[in-house]
């Protein structure tokens, strides 16, 4: 053995004491049984929670004017997934960045959606049969965008008034070009449940891609409130909750926690400073072991006398 | 064959230098130090059991698709189990955590060992969050609608698409459990060729260990 | 097993949960209990006596 200067918290002494018996098989065969009952208790006690998933049908019968006004939004390029910036689209300056780092931008668009295309022509597009629907989008591709935005701004404006009635979206909006047809044959589509099939098979038959109809409900006002409810929402702590009143991922508690502070809740690039944050935080934890001061901490703590109290007893004594 | 050309072979190489690291008795021993004397020291297995019992019910829950759970009873219970005993595994792992910081348990070459557990202990969280994201009801539209944006601000939602949820459920299913069943394996395995971290000695000075 | 699934969910807990607010913070009482629980377990794991083992005297 060769003598250097010992650092206790990197060291460890050799162990020179005695044993004691262990049966490692039986201590975990009783482990495996305890926590194979506690399981099972819980699952019979409390069960878990299935809070039925919502369908863009449910939302547009169950809120047709929010429904109409989201499909605007998603035409006119005011949804938050039409200027979300990259993976998605190109929107100048909604990408997040991380101080110099524009991870986000520069990784560009990866997932083309373009909102009104995707969500609101190409499903319209898609149903048959349907003579004036497909003049008015004829008339709509053809026009220039000046005049498709003074359509989209006319009924944006006359929107605020906008009525169902007999399950029509009713709106008085003069020169509003094609854009009344336009969204309330997207309104009698999404509540025959045939928008939902659309969304998703953009892709071809076989699916198991839900990025379309999920950005769709996403902007909506519907899932936000319905998740409000269930105290979901990241104002919330939402990403540590589950619905009803089941226990969530509590082990979130540290990234919802930044969200609740400056200048994490002020930024627009909250997410990526949370992310960067909790980055640095779990590259912290991970080196402990080689972090002077950090490495120290437990022998300062001292709850490791607690731990081995029995063999710091047995020491005194000798 | 001369010796020489055996001794270069990577084969033999890769032997020798495993060679004693972990013999039957370091494997599955049979005494422990007497140091190891407190509950706290059985927070680790329980977390192993855990696991074995998440692994367990997903594999029922595999047997017959994801979807099978939403219609049948039985379905529902076992996805109850799979997510008590998630709660269970995070609730055993994070107290593990506390015990092991608590005993500097990196102390004696051991800091390897810590790090696979910091791994393990991260890719689990991704683990448990690509599992809320594939339960394909309301929870997970909500939880993938809110996360892209934390993933995406990374750069990296543009790869790991969390409303795909064939791609979330793959990672829940396949690759993030073999990261955690690996890592938890080597973990132990650097446990028991290490052995248990032995107490502080409370003198300044003393003989290190070689 | 259809036992147990007779019984499954006993109390299930799909009410609308109870949150606990002070200042900014905010948790789900569901949350709350979990990690006081682990707490708690945490502390008797350290303090509760564990059953002694038979000492050997002998060095391996």
Redesign the interface.
Same mark, same amino acid.
């Given at each position: 053995m060769r003598k250097k200067s010992f650092r206790p918290d990197v060291d460890a002494p050799a162990w020179?004491?005695?044993?004691?018996?262990?049966d490692i098989i039986k201590e975990g065969t009783i482990a495996l049984v305890v926590i194979l009952v506690l399981t099972?208790i819980m699952?019979?006690?409390?069960?878990?929670?299935d809070e039925k998933a919502i369908t863009v049908k449910t939302w547009s019968n169950a809120d047709p004017i929010d429904f109409a006004t989201t499909a605007l939004s998603e035409l006119n390029g005011t949804s938050v997934s039409a200027a979300y910036g990259a993976p998605y689209n190109n929107t100048p300056g909604a990408s997040q960045t991380m101080g110099p780092l524009k991870l986000e931008q520069w990784v560009g668009v990866r997932i083309p959606i373009n909102s009104a295309k995707d969500f609101v022509i190409s499903p319209l597009k898609s149903l048959p049969d349907q003579p004036v629907l497909d003049q008015q989008l004829k008339t709509w591709s053809a026009a220039s965008t000046a005049t498709k935005n003074t359509w989209l701004k006319s009924y944006a404006k006359a929107s605020t008034n906008m009525k169902i009635v007999k399950g029509q979206v009713v709106i008085n909006a003069t020169n509003a070009g094609p854009v009344p047809v336009m969204i309330n044959d997207l309104t009698q589509m999404a509540r025959s449940g045939a928008l939902d099939q659309a969304l998703v098979t953009g892709h071809g038959f076989y699916t198991t891609d839900y990025t379309k109809p999920l950005l769709f409900l996403a902007d909506s006002q519907y899932l936000g409130d319905l998740a409000q409810?269930?105290?979901l929402t990241g104002e919330?702590?939402g990403m540590?909750?589950?619905?009803?009143?089941?226990?969530?991922q509590?082990w979130l508690?540290l990234y919802t926690f930044w969200y609740?502070?400056p200048p994490f809740n002020s930024s627009s690039s909250g997410d990526a400073l949370v992310f960067a944050t909790m980055g640095v935080l779990s590259l912290l934890l991970l080196f402990v072991p080689f972090i002077p001061g950090l490495r120290s901490v437990p022998r300062k703590l001292k709850?490791y006398r607690?731990?081995w109290r029995e063999h710091y007893r047995e020491i005194e004594k000798v | 064959m001369s010796t020489s050309e055996i001794d270069r072979q990577w084969t033999t190489r890769l032997r020798r230098r495993v060679e004693g690291k972990l013999p039957p008795e370091k494997l599955l021993p049979d005494?422990q130090p007497?140091y190891v004397?407190?509950? +706290?020291y059985?927070?680790g297995i329980a977390t192993m059991c855990s696991l074995g019992v998440v692994i367990g019910t997903g594999c029922i829950l595999a047997l017959r698709g994801p979807q099978w759970w939403h219609g049948s009873?039985?379905g529902?219970?076992i996805n109850?189990m799979h997510l008590w005993s998630v709660?269970i595994f995070f609730?055993c792992m994070? +107290?593990h955590l506390?015990?092991k910081f608590a005993m500097a348990a990196w102390r004696g070459g051991r800091a390897l060992t810590w790090m696979t557990g910091v791994v393990t202990f991260l890719v689990s969280i991704g683990a448990g969050f690509t599992g809320y994201v594939s339960q394909s009801n309301f929870d997970s539209q909500w939880i993938s609608t809110q996360a892209k944006d934390g993933i995406n601000s990374t750069g990296a939602g543009a790869y790991f698409n969390v409303l795909n949820m064939g791609q979330m459920l793959m990672w829940h299913i396949v690759l993030l459990p073999l990261g955690a069943i690996v890592l938890t394996g080597m973990h132990v395995l650097m446990v028991r060729i290490k052995g248990v971290v032995p107490p502080f000695e409370e003198e300044a000075e003393t003989e290190v260990a070689q | 097993?259809a036992f147990?699934?007779s019984?499954?969910?006993?109390?299930?807990?799909?009410?609308?949960?109870?949150?606990v607010q002070w200042h900014?913070?905010?948790?789900?009482?569901?949350?709350l209990?979990?990690?006081v629980?682990?707490i708690i377990?945490?502390v008797?794991?350290?303090?509760?006596p564990?059953p002694?083992?038979?000492?050997?005297?002998?060095?391996?």
């Open positions: 020179k004491g005695g044993y004691s018996p262990y099972l699952a019979v006690v409390f069960g878990s929670p409810k269930q105290h919330q702590w540590m909750n589950e619905t009803g009143s089941y226990p969530g509590a508690w609740q502070i709850i607690l731990i | 005494t007497t004397s407190s509950w +706290i059985v927070f009873d039985y529902h219970f109850s709660e609730f994070v +107290i506390w015990g | 097993m147990l699934l019984f499954a969910a006993l109390v299930p807990l799909n009410n609308l949960g109870h949150y900014f913070l905010e948790i789900s009482v569901a949350n209990m979990v990690i629980l682990m377990t945490f008797v794991a350290l303090l509760a564990f002694g083992r038979r000492r050997r005297k002998e060095n391996r």
